[in-house]
């Protein structure tokens, strides 16, 4: 799960990283007195989960003669697609050099990865495309306490020595956090000093409990409800409704779906051991979405009972048609109940989802 | 086939749970079938002495081993504790660690399969269906009647989709040496690349389908550094950037690990790949 930006700062600080001092505001009013704090300059930026924020109109400028008005400006509008309900309102930098650093997973290695250079301020895949001399790399095992001098002076290069403390400090909240990544973009040398301008946390879902952290974000009430059941659920803008069993089957059955030009309303995984209620579940739930005119279900199990599974589609009762690929335990008698309820049950994944196609036309 | 064998002794932790017993039972059913020694004993902490589908329970698998000979252990712990399993298999000597749990943090992982290298100690998984040798050990949760014993490698990020490729091979009459399922999570211990070594050393695999997954370019990695013939498929076309699509591993960050710029990619280096799984026997047969 991604942080947001003043969630993310307020870690930084807490393991002693210089963040410019800020004020999170809830309306337009609440800048009278922040102002105070901020000097006579500021920046004003929009606490929404989405990147590229300031080339979506999320970071606007402003004084204290006009700061209320831009405010009210920022509060008025979506960022995304999301409306803003909160800004950070952040002091105005003289920023002198800005870095960019960032620690990664790095799959391959398996390792942190330590990502530094001098030409902070733009995204990394601009940076790593138009100048990838300018980015120098450190692999680390997370096995590790602290990063090496040695890699602190491989990664610094040039840069001030006193961004090593830095490096040191984002590599503690890393591995502290549970985080797959962290982020600071731009890292800024100003004539008080150093300071992280912006910052980036995502934190691993699967550590989320155990870091206290509850998933907060805007669901929509079927993102809501599929976590309830704990099905892995992603909205789509087509109009096939698609529930699988396992994600790579899941994934391979819309592939399929666009491979003979339809377009899938969602991806539904009900994970392994998919019993009658689950099923009941997950095919409501998908036919919930108005948008939906056909579902195609493809289950193929070791363990996935098929009887079970088939009575859970009529259980559903729901008005569109389910088209079904049912392989695995009691596979005959599966089909045998779905057939006499009047299901279509096809044989194979690429019968059903031509089938799904066809009655989406 | 590679990895193990009918003569491997396994132990499998988290034992007494309900997967354990449900699995070290299918397990052992498959063992008899081939004549090999499949689960020998079990563990779960504190509960010596118990027994599960007929195999004896230990409280450590240190304690296992003065009773028991074997090599490699299936995890089933919950998530919470399966980075402990892996760490528990390397330091009490196993060479192999097949883990089953998923929701294992990401940083644990890390961890867990660093100590495990310090011990020589192979990791496959976190959160797959661990492997199958037809006709000669299953260690995981892999259905096996879909299989047949053959000359096809098959390497896999996901389970269910495995399933669904491996039948499609044995109805076209490609049996297979070994299936491996190395995981759906971001880390995981035996890549592509480690596998193909495998593949490359073992005398019955004539050629290896890769079945990928957005997200990473394990697969590429892989495919680039092996001689053996190499057919692909790759799951995701159409998965949407920054949307987790069921796996953790299974997402497209900042524009990395789409299935389309992986798909050129393998094909650039002469690895086809098929556009849908009821290609692959195809292509599969193209190669021998």
Known sequence: MKLLEYEARKVLEDYGIPIPRGVLIHSPAELGPAMETLGDRFVLKAQVEIGGRGKRGGILVADRSNGPAVAGELFSREIGGIPVREVLAVEYLEIQEEYYLSIAIDRSTKNALILFSDQGGVDIETLARDSPGALRRASIPVLMHDVPPFMVRDLLGGAPKELGGIINRLYRVFCEKDALLAEINPLVATPRGIFAADAKLVIDDNALRRQGISQNRDLTEREREAERHGFSYVELTGDIGVIGNGAGLTMATLDLIEYYGGRAANFLDVGGGADQERVMHAVRLVAGDPTVKVIVVNLLGGITRCDEVARGIIQAGISQPVIVRLAGTNEKEGQEILRQAGYRMLDSMEHAVKAAVEAAR | ?288
């Open chain 2, 1 to 288: 086939m590679i990895y193990a064998d009918r003569d491997t002794g396994v132990i499998v932790t988290g034992a007494t749970g309900k997967q354990g017993l449900f699995h070290i039972t299918l397990m052992n059913e498959y063992a008899r079938t081939v004549g090999g020694r499949g689960v020998v004993a079990g563990v779960t902490p504190g509960k010596a002495g118990q027994e599960v589908g007929g195999v004896p329970v230990y409280n450590s698998i240190r304690d296992a081993l003065r009773e028991h000979d074997a090599t490699a252990s299936v995890i089933f712990v919950p998530a919470a504790a399966a980075a402990d399993s892996i760490m528990e298999s390397a330091s009490a000597g196993l060479s192999l660690a097949v883990v089953i749990t998923e929701h294992i943090p990401v940083h644990d992982t890390m961890k867990a399969i660093a100590f495990a290298r310090l011990h020589g100690c192979d990791v496959i998984g976190p959160n797959c269906p661990g492997l199958l040798s037809p006709g000669e050990i299953k260690m995981g949760i892999m259905p096996v009647h879909l299989s047949s014993r053959g000359n096809i490698g098959v390497i896999s990020r996901s389970g269910t989709l495995t399933y669904e490729i491996v039948d499609q091979l044995t109805r076209a009459g490609l049996g297979q040496s070994t299936i491996v399922g190395i995981g759906g999570d971001p880390v995981i211990g035996q890549t592509f690349i480690d596998v193909l070594y495998r593949f490359e050393e073992d005398d019955q695999t004539d050629a290896v389908v890769i079945i990928g997954e957005v997200g990473g370019s394990l697969e590429e990695e892989g495919a680039r550094a092996t001689d053996l013939p190499v057919a692909a498929y790759i799951a995701g076309l159409s998965a949407p950037p920054e949307k987790r699509m069921g796996h953790a591993g299974a997402i497209i960050e900042g524009g990395e690990g789409d299935a389309r710029s992986k798909i050129e990619r393998l094909k650039k280096i002469g690895v086809p790949v098929a556009s849908r799984p009821s290609e692959v026997p195809r292509l599969i047969k193209e190669l021998l």
